[in-house]
């Protein structure tokens, strides 16, 4: 758009906000149009008329606090391309196909050479789609909710032990406000959180308690960290474990820890993570302090558990900021304060320091 098309654009916007805020200053930028000034209603009602009269222009006004008055940012509504569902339905398929064969594997199973014995996957492939297929569509269904546009998941196959590298959507409109934003980052976590907690309890109880330190010693099995989580519920349902006594996880157990350590991942408090969204929506622009403390923490982390410097190098591509939403000044109350802190306990209960122990490690 045109230097002169915006200052014209700036001078509608105006005339049109007169009576919600009372516009102290215009700046017409290269892209962008900046109304600052004080509002005439409470700061709730302001964003949500502004949202109302400017929408016939094809404009989003993006409203932040500006010192005692707000600051209105406007920005074209881009339109998105048509997303392509059979995308959507072979990445699944194919993901499906990877967590089988990794599921059989783990019951000594070869599908490629055995095709028939498949079923030996199922628990394990079932139980991580499941895991994945409730967190995303928490999102989904909670960004549907909220008038958010979302894509159907996105599930990535890939040949780790686990034999993908999880799902994700994407969302094609603009975050309404903070309180949407807690919505939909906390609806998949949570969600997701349950069902891997049940596979794990389930796994947990099919699972053989052994005497793990000869098994170490020939290779036969992976050692994994223990969330406090695991250790609640592994207490719970087979009892004190004796000394050099571990519990074997089943196929549907090892789901269950892999659900509750993603669960762990999405919720740390950084970036464009589950738990970015939800930081972001309580504390507004102070999750730039939290986001740095918490690559700080992991950098020290990384000298116990040397793969968290990985981690924190994939956070920094990222980005380790958040935008804001399209109303960065309504509240988001004390209700969805309760559901952030039940996000953070949650975190705090399958955060594992080490997933997998290194030997030498200190």
């Known amino acids: 758009m045109r230097t002169d098309d ?17 516009v102290r200053e215009t700046v017409a930028g290269t892209r962008t149009v900046t109304l600052r000034g004080a509002p005439a209603l409470p700061v709730e009602e302001a964003a949500a008329r502004l949202r109302e009269r400017f929408a016939p222009l094809g404009v989003i006004p993006m409203v932040s606090r500006d010192g005692d008055g707000i600051a209105v940012r406007v920005v074209r509504a881009g ?26 594997a783990m019951a000594g199973v070869d599908i490629i050479a055995e095709p028939g014995r498949w079923r030996a996957g199922v628990p394990f492939a079932a139980s991580i789609l499941a895991i994945l297929l409730v967190h995303e569509f928490g999102h989904y269904l909670m960004s549907a909710c909220h008038g958010v546009k979302a894509s159907l998941p996105y599930f990535i196959p890939a040949p780790t032990i686990i034999g993908t590298f999880g799902a994700v959507i994407k969302t094609r409109s603009p975050i309404p406000d903070r309180r949407s934003l807690l919505d939909i980052g906390a609806a998949g976590p949570i969600c997701g959180f349950l069902v891997a907690l049940v596979a794990l309890a389930v796994g947990i109880h099919h699972s053989e308690v052994v005497e793990i330190g ?63 969204h939800i930081i972001y929506a309580v504390a507004g622009r102070r999750h730039a302090i939290i986001a740095r403390a918490t690559v700080v923490s992991l950098l020290l982390l990384g000298l116990y558990w040397p793969p968290w ?12 900021g958040h935008a804001p939403p399209v109303d960065d ?5 004390g209700g969805r304060r309760l559901v952030a802190l ?21």
Do not use: H, Y
């Open 342 to 362: 039940a996000a953070l306990g949650i975190f705090i209960l399958c955060f594992v320091p080490a997933p997998i122990p290194l030997r030498g490690a200190f």
């Open 329 to 333: 000044v309504t509240p988001i109350g």
């Open 79 to 104: 339109d998105s391309p048509r997303p392509n569902p059979l995308v959507n339905v072979v990445l699944f398929l194919l993901t499906a196909a990877s967590t089988l064969f990794v599921g059989a």
């Open 214 to 276: 000869p098994l170490l010693q020939d290779g036969d099995v992976m050692e994994f960290g223990d969330s406090l989580l695991v250790r609640l519920v592994t207490r719970a349902i087979k009892g004190g474990l004796g000394e050099g006594e571990d519990i074997l996880f089943s196929p549907v157990a090892f789901a269950g820890w892999v659900g509750l350590l993603v669960t762990a991942f999405n919720l740390m408090p950084v970036g464009q993570l589950d738990g970015g």
């Open 309 to 320: 410097w990985g981690w924190v190098l994939l956070i920094l591509l990222i980005g380790p």
């Open 6 to 22: 915006l200052k014209l654009l700036a001078a509608e916007l105006r005339g049109i906000a007169a009576d919600v805020m009372e």
